[in-house]
């Protein structure tokens, strides 16, 4: 199993970009955002956050240098995680059209570096994306739906 840094620059960069986010949100975020993400503002909810996603990741070796699909992404915060971690590109598969719009503005006020980050509006179950595309296939927020 390859470890991901718990924390590490890149993952201190994510943690201020997604605070900042959840602080002074852009304009037009869904309110449902906050109860989604908020308890990632506090340090430990956040470690706990970062060490899940590092251990489900390192099960497959990590993303490093390799497309990951994020099925079900939620508001993003796995797929702009993956992106400092060295995923060469992130497939952010979302359906809920809220979220996907939020998801955009977040993305665009606050994480200038996830240019590696696609968002895709689309149901998992028939992915826009074509067949052996992605090295890796993560469901971590649509598994409780």
């Given at each position: ?52 996603r590092q251990q489900i990741l ?37 359906i809920h059209g809220p979220m ?8 665009g006020a606050r994480f200038p ?33």
């Amino acid at each position: 199993m390859t470890s991901l840094p718990t924390r590490s620059a890149q993952v201190d960069a994510f943690a201020a970009a997604f605070r900042a986010a959840l602080a002074d949100p852009p304009a037009g975020v869904d309110p449902w955002f906050f109860a989604y993400c908020g308890e990632l503002k506090g340090d430990r909810d956040f470690t706990t956050y970062v060490r899940a996603r590092q251990q489900i990741l390192g099960l497959d070796g990590g993303v490093a240098g390799k497309d990951v699909l994020d099925a079900g992404s939620g508001f993003g915060a796995t797929s702009h995680l993956m992106a400092p971690w060295g995923a060469r590109n992130v497939y952010s598969v979302e359906i809920h059209g809220p979220m996907v719009a939020s998801h955009a503005k977040v993305r665009g006020a606050r994480f200038p570096y996830a240019r590696n980050v696609h968002q895709v509006r689309g149901d998992v179950s028939h992915l826009p994306l074509a067949n052996q595309s992605v090295d890796v296939v993560l469901s971590i927020e649509a598994v409780s739906h």
